[in-house]
């Protein structure tokens, strides 16, 4: 008899993270912060001693976002700065391999961040009006990304990525990689603070 695949991710806080059936029970913040830390972006094709990690990132996009909508609400700020958790456990897959393999991962994707809002105190499902700003934001980030740290002209990020719109300097700060800790620690404050606000 043939045995059943494993679809669990042992996390070090020691929960066990069911691929298909999550569970907001298993999600834990320092799991998050410590892997998103350490998953590269753009596949690790970027410039700098360290890597741009998808923990990096997702400081990068809430600094956007924050430019974007001072007034941002604690739970948009929240949802901003985990648009890309479920990367800790399945990687950040490029958006060429997305194409590639389909809807299979959308899926996956989608229930895990269902999971981790959950976990949270977010809807499982954000607004289509909070996933459309976060798309805006998370575009800017992407072109900032493309240009300073992957190689992209800029009339070929323009193609991908649309347009940018002038963003303030101190965002330039958050292209500079940063070692892994670094990464992990400002993660995880950003989102402690956004949660205790």
């Not at 299979?104 to 909070?130: D, Q, S, V, W």
Request: net charge neutral; no cysteine.
């Amino acid at each position: 008899m043939a045995k059943e695949p494993r679809v669990w991710q042992r996390m070090l806080s020691g929960r066990r993270l069911n691929l298909l059936d999550p569970s907001p029970l298993d999600v834990e913040l320092d799991d998050i912060a410590h892997g998103l830390a350490r998953v590269a972006r753009w596949n690790g094709q970027t410039e700098g001693a360290h890597i741009f990690s998808v923990a990096q990132h997702s400081l990068l996009v809430e600094a956007i976002a924050d430019h974007l909508d001072p007034g941002m609400t604690r739970p948009a700020r929240l949802a901003v700065l985990l648009h890309d958790a479920p990367e800790y456990v399945i990687g950040d897959i490029i958006s060429p391999f997305k194409a590639v393999i389909g809807d299979a991962y959308k899926t996956i994707e989608a229930r895990l961040l269902g999971a981790i809002h959950l976990h949270f105190g977010l809807p499982a499902e954000p607004t289509a009006a909070l996933k459309r700003f976060i798309k805006r934001a998370d575009r800017q980030a992407a072109f900032l990304e493309a240009t300073n740290l992957a190689g992209f002209g800029r009339e070929e990020a323009v193609k991908f990525f649309g347009r940018p719109k002038p963003l303030p300097r101190a965002i330039q700060d958050f292209l500079d990689p940063w070692p892994v800790a670094k990464a992990e620690e400002r993660y995880r404050d950003h989102v402690t603070a956004a949660l205790s606000h």
